[in-house]
T-cell receptor
Framework: ETGVTQSPTHLIKTRGQQVTLRCSSQSGHNTVSWYQQALGQGPQFIFQYYREEENGRGNFPPRFSGLQFPNYSSELNVNALELDDSALYLC????????????FGQGTRLTVV | QQQVKQSPQSLIVQKGGISIINCAYENTAFDYFPWYQQFPGKGPALLIAIRPDVSEKKEGRFTISFNKSAKQFSLHIMDSQPGDSATYFCAARMDSSYKLIFGSGTRLLVRP
């Protein structure tokens, strides 16, 4: 177990709806990154938060947004859901004493119908 | 330049055999290269990682070989076991950023 927890584990939404995914980072880690993993592919970087500020963004549209809270937990929000947003969404925490390593949660499986 | 190319896409190995997965990169600014193991329905788990100042790193049955001049690195799984059956991802990162660039994955099946 990595100590990174994500909720919910599974979610089904309708096209056009909005969704919020949550992540609790590992104790002592101040950086949270979010990744999208489509079926059969490697994870793709969405964005990263460091001490409550966005600190890098991948090639994702603005309808993907996030937040990081003072306890370093994080949310990923996706507006106007599209069918192609169906994927496993992964949260990774890093920083603290183990600066280089990123530890992933189990992911949230989002299905858009 | 941001890509990491991984091969093969799938691999079948007999129990006790050696599994070899290869990755190549272009961006010489990458300076941290981890390998992740992912089981179905789970998040990727860090397996082993290497920096380019080292040509080889071994942890138990897992070894990373790194060729800086060729911009290639590989994962060797010795004495492969059925429990090693999973998808393996190589990745790369610049130390100035936490952003990981992942390969496309290799689905490994170890037959009993």
């Amino acid at each position: 177990e990595t100590g990174v927890t994500q909720s919910p584990t599974h979610l089904i939404k309708t096209r056009g709806q909005q969704v919020t995914l949550r992540c609790s980072s590992q104790s002592g880690h101040n950086t949270v990154s979010w990744y999208q993993q489509a079926l059969g592919q490697g994870p793709q970087f969405i964005f990263q938060y460091y001490r409550e500020e966005e600190n890098g963004r991948g090639n994702f549209p603005p309808r993907f947004s996030g937040l990081q809270f003072p306890n370093y937990s994080s949310e990923l929000n996706v507006n106007a859901l599209e069918l192609d947003d169906s994927a496993l969404y992964l949260c990774a925490s890093s920083g603290g004493g183990s600066r280089t390593e990123a530890f992933f949660g189990q992911g949230t499986r989002l299905t858009v119908v | 330049q941001q890509q990491v190319k991984q091969s093969p896409q799938s691999l079948i190995v007999q129990k006790g055999g050696i599994s070899i997965i290869n990755c190549a990169y272009e961006n010489t600014a990458f300076d941290y290269f981890p390998w992740y193991q992912q089981f179905p329905g789970k998040g990727p788990a860090l397996l082993i990682a290497i920096r380019p100042d080292v040509s080889e790193k071994k942890e138990g049955r897992f070894t990373i070989s790194f060729n800086k001049s060729a911009k290639q690195f590989s994962l060797h799984i010795m004495d492969s076991q059925p429990g090693d059956s999973a998808t393996y991802f190589c990745a790369a990162r610049m130390d100035s950023s936490y952003k990981l660039i992942f390969g496309s994955g290799t689905r490994l099946l170890v037959r009993p």
